[in-house]
């Protein structure tokens, strides 16, 4: 099983409510990652948890908070966005450790996101 | 140091003709060279990729041409066919706290017209 799911596929929040996006691979990958994609551009970086443990946060405000349950699940919490938050956000794993630069990794669909 | 310049924006080439898309670089620390392939609606998937120590890898039709001493590398496409019609970034990475960092280039949108 090559697949990362991510649900919903679509969500519409208003500013003021607090959402979840949640993620999930059963790849045995210790390694998965949260992206922003705007339309026609690239996906942006925002986090990465290796083993369990935030690793890096490339500055992401507060208002977008990860956990990281167990390895095969990841999720992000979402509180007070503003509009230009909305975008597809994507997950995504791969294999960690020391060679983990030629890693793979494996996106899900995305979550498409509208904040209202 | 982590700027990733991909070239060139946009791209229609005929069906059966070669598609050419390059990508530059300018952090020596990058040790693996991979292109990415996203169709609408979907995620990107690892299309090719090839290590430092290599100059040219070919997976059916498709070829990763790497010169290390320009910092540049290219995804040469033979034999394009509509289906190729998807965006493509090159996104040169670096290992980082037991995982992969990507630094994605702007992408290229690729239209093969039949």
């Known amino acids: 099983d090559t697949e990362v799911t991510q649900t919903p596929k679509h969500l519409v929040m208003g500013m003021t409510n607090k959402k979840s996006l949640k993620c999930e691979q059963h790849?045995?990958?210790?390694?998965m990652y949260w992206y922003k994609q705007k339309a026609k551009k690239p996906p942006e970086l925002m986090f990465v948890?290796?083993?369990?443990?935030?690793?890096i946060n490339e500055s992401v405000p507060s208002r977008f908070s990860p956990e990281c349950p167990n390895s095969s699940l990841l999720n992000l919490h979402l509180h007070a966005l503003q509009p230009e938050d909305s975008a597809l956000y994507l997950c995504?794993?791969?294999?960690?450790?020391?060679?983990?630069?030629?890693?793979?990794?494996?996106f899900g669909p995305g979550t498409r996101l509208t904040v209202l | 140091q982590q700027q990733v310049k991909q070239s060139p924006q946009s791209l229609i080439v005929q069906k059966g003709g070669i598609s050419i898309i390059n990508c530059a670089y300018e952090?020596?620390?990058?040790?693996?060279f991979p292109w990415y392939q996203q169709f609408p609606g979907k995620g990107p998937a690892l299309l090719i990729a090839?290590?430092?120590?290599?100059s040219e890898k070919k997976e059916g039709r498709f070829t990763i041409s790497f010169n290390k001493s320009a910092k540049q590398f290219s995804l040469h496409i033979m034999d394009s066919q509509p289906g190729d019609s998807a965006t493509y970034f090159c996104?040169?990475?670096?290992?980082?706290?037991?995982?992969?960092?990507?630094?994605f280039g702007q992408g290229t949108t690729l239209q093969v017209k039949p």
């Open positions: 995504a794993s791969s294999q960690a450790g020391r060679t983990s630069a030629y890693n793979e990794q494996f």
């Open positions: 790849m045995g990958h210790r390694a």
């Open positions: 948890y290796s083993y369990e443990k935030l690793s």
């Open positions: 952090n020596t620390a990058f040790d693996y």
């Open positions: 090839i290590r430092p120590d290599v």
């Open positions: 996104a040169p990475a670096i290992g980082s706290s037991n995982t992969g960092k990507l630094i």
